[in-house]
């Protein structure tokens, strides 16, 4: 049925699909990072902190059954064959952290937002996917790999189940099956959230989103002998990558990343239709505009240091137990914890 279709292709396809849903999740299921975050801090509501838990232990416990069953290599995964550096997690964490902060939003909610038709939104998507390819293959590229490279850790393996399972003597689906019930059970210890089955539902539909990432392209990998990585969702490079297709297809390709990228605005478009949401808005503050840009460059140089966003760390690296992905989440947290209590006292950019 697929024969005829490039590996790039069907991995924008994979892409595409689980995009969709992720978008769908943002307008109809209020799935959002910073407002999680923003409701933790300031309105004392654990409730869409506990969706991001939920999606992190469904995708974590199906990554590993997966795995068990053959059908993913965690190994090949993208965050477990990648060096880490702690150092470029924690700095790339708070400067991500603080910069959605003052831009009101991270990469993937501009991106959901962008599909319900808010122009300041894609402004951020515009300039985040920019600053995004300075970081990484631009002129900061020379300096990021070079801190990346001094301070990498030699570990045998990245992922926690790994480690754990090493220290068992045995491997790490066990520990990654066990780990990801753990997480389920922790975030539905709550009756306000067990008693709002679609918000339930669209935390699952997260986590699940992220597991078809992992195993569409693992798929792809697997059958055809393919030299792409095996991938999930992630909004920060994607960003660049869609830019760069759409301005030139030539000259960027079509990949998963820009598959996500534009099932997320589908996905979204389509939420923000049947809750009758969709209106055009645009910035009319300069100021405002002013403190959106530089947070939207402060996300891009952030996430590309960190290896992954608030999706790309927080939910699919997450997902295979990456050393990085609590580490990076805990920076992002209070780089965003640092940015909101400046706007609250009162801090502009002028």
Known sequence: MFDGISDAALMALVGLFGGTLLGLAARLGRFCTLGAIEDFLYQHSALRLRMWVLAIGVATFGVHLLAGFGAIDLSQTLYLASPWSPVASILGGLIFGYGMSIAGTCGFGALARTGGGDFRAFVIVLVMGISAYVMLSGPLASARVALIEATELGLDTLSIAGVIGQVAGGGAIGPGLVIGLAITVAALASKAFLSSPATLAWSAIVGLAIVSGWWGSSAIVQSHLSALPVVSHTYSAPLGETLL???????????????????????????????????????????????????????????????????????????????????????????????????????AIS
């Open 245 to 347: 297709y759409v301005m030139t297809s030539s000259g960027g390709g079509l990949s998963f990343g820009v598959g996500s990228v534009a099932g997320v605005l589908a996905g979204a478009f389509a939420g923000s239709l049947i809750k009758g949401h969709f209106r055009w808005e645009a910035c009319e503050d300069p100021r405002e505009l002013r403190r959106q840009v530089l947070g939207a460059v402060l996300m891009g140089f952030g996430a590309v240091l960190a290896f992954g966003c608030t999706i790309g760390q927080g939910l699919s690296a997450f997902s295979v137990l990456a050393f990085s992905a609590p580490v990076t989440f805990a920076a992002i947290f209070i780089g965003a914890a640092i940015g909101l209590r400046q706007l609250i006292t009162g801090f």
